[in-house]
């Protein structure tokens, strides 16, 4: 074997070992991370939901549904929101919608009865910056706080929502999130 073949099988053994190595390393670290992330992930949506219904002081049940999700464990359909002696206040969610340019996943919460709305949070979508875009705005998600759920609708349709202007695919998306998931809710729970 030639001198320049001999490092040419150096330089790739060595590539092998490192490329080894390496795999290995995230193999190594993506167990305890990816445990991590879903810990994060719980801490935020509880956070979310106790923003959305601050009575239940982070007492939340999971109501589950018969689907699993990639990791086994049951898909969570909704929340109850629970007082301090177990009553139930209310109901929180996290529903995804079509939006105009891709999906929009809001967090929303009513109370008990169904009768009043006690408002929304846009987590993420993909609308267009500068239309769409502002269903994140303060000005849009304030309209939600506090309405008769009867009202939950576009002003258009005799609601009380208006609909952001040069954006009403997106508004519409927002409050077809909500209502779809009250009414999944409320045939639930009945």
């Known amino acids: 074997m030639s001198e320049s073949n001999k490092d040419t099988v150096v330089v790739i053994g060595k590539l092998v070992l490192i490329s080894v190595m390496a795999a290995l390393l995230l193999g190594l670290t993506y167990v305890p991370t990816s445990e991590q992330l879903k810990v994060n992930e719980a ?3 509880k956070e979310i939901l106790g923003d959305l ?3 239940a002081s982070g ?7 018969d689907e699993v999700n990639e990791d086994g ?4 359909l909704y929340y109850r929101a629970l007082d301090s002696s177990g009553n139930i206040i209310g109901y929180a969610f996290f529903q995804e919608q079509s939006g105009s340019q891709g999906p929009i996943v809001v967090a929303g919460g ?3 009865t169904f009768s009043t709305f006690r408002g929304m949070d846009v987590l993420s979508h ?12 303060e000005n849009f998600q304030s ?3 506090g309405i008769p759920v009867s009202e939950l609708s576009l002003s258009s349709s005799g609601g009380s929502i208006d609909a952001i202007t040069g954006a009403t695919i997106s508004s519409t998306a927002v409050v077809n999130a909500l209502n779809t ?6 045939e639930a729970e009945e």
């Open 59 to 65: 007492n939340f049940e999971e109501v589950h549904g």
């Open 181 to 186: 998931k009250i009414n999944e809710i409320e």
């Open 110 to 112: 009513v109370d008990s």
């Open 53 to 55: 219904i601050p009575e």
């Open 43 to 45: 801490n935020a949506k």
């Open 143 to 145: 309209q939600f706080v």
């Open 126 to 137: 993909e609308e267009t910056p500068g239309l769409g875009a502002k269903i994140v705005e």
């Open 73 to 76: 464990d049951p898909v969570v």
